[in-house]
């Protein structure tokens, strides 16, 4: 290549990379039996649809559907005790041990093949 095409040749565009931006995950609302009461007394009265109603709120419409079926399910006094997901229940509980132990079975029997491997290459 001569100095002529060289000089003929222009320098590419310097492009800065954006910057990356890390994004939040969206936070867990909680929200109060109060509130969950008085939105789906506000549905049921049939003077705004369930979409308007959601997007007022702030809420996914079905979010309400959800609270809906949790006060048909359960009495009004006792729906909506608390926040998040119930207790595990026993069942559950004694699952997850008789996976963690036969987990633990698995980690022995290598370690044991391991040990018996070491002896044999003494």
């Known amino acids: 290549?001569?100095?002529?095409d060289a000089m003929k040749k222009k320098p590419k565009p310097v492009v800065a990379a954006a910057p990356a931006v890390a994004i939040a995950p969206p936070l867990r609302m909680t929200y109060t039996k109060?509130?969950?009461l008085a939105?789906?007394?506000?549905?049921?009265?049939?003077?705004q649809s369930s979409t308007a109603l959601a997007m007022e709120l702030g809420i996914r419409r079905n979010q309400l559907y959800k609270w809906a079926a949790l006060y048909d399910v359960a009495a009004p006094a006792g729906s909506f005790k608390g926040p998040g997901r119930p207790p595990?229940?026993?069942e559950e509980e004694s699952s997850r041990l008789r996976r963690e132990l036969a987990t633990?079975?698995?980690e022995l029997a290598i370690l044991k093949k391991f040990h018996a491997y070491l002896a044999r290459s003494k």
């Open 34 to 36: 109060e509130f969950k």
């Open 39 to 47: 939105a789906l007394a506000r549905m049921g009265d049939g003077l």
């Open 88 to 90: 595990a229940a026993p």
């Open 104 to 106: 633990a079975k698995e």
């Open 1 to 4: 290549m001569s100095k002529k």
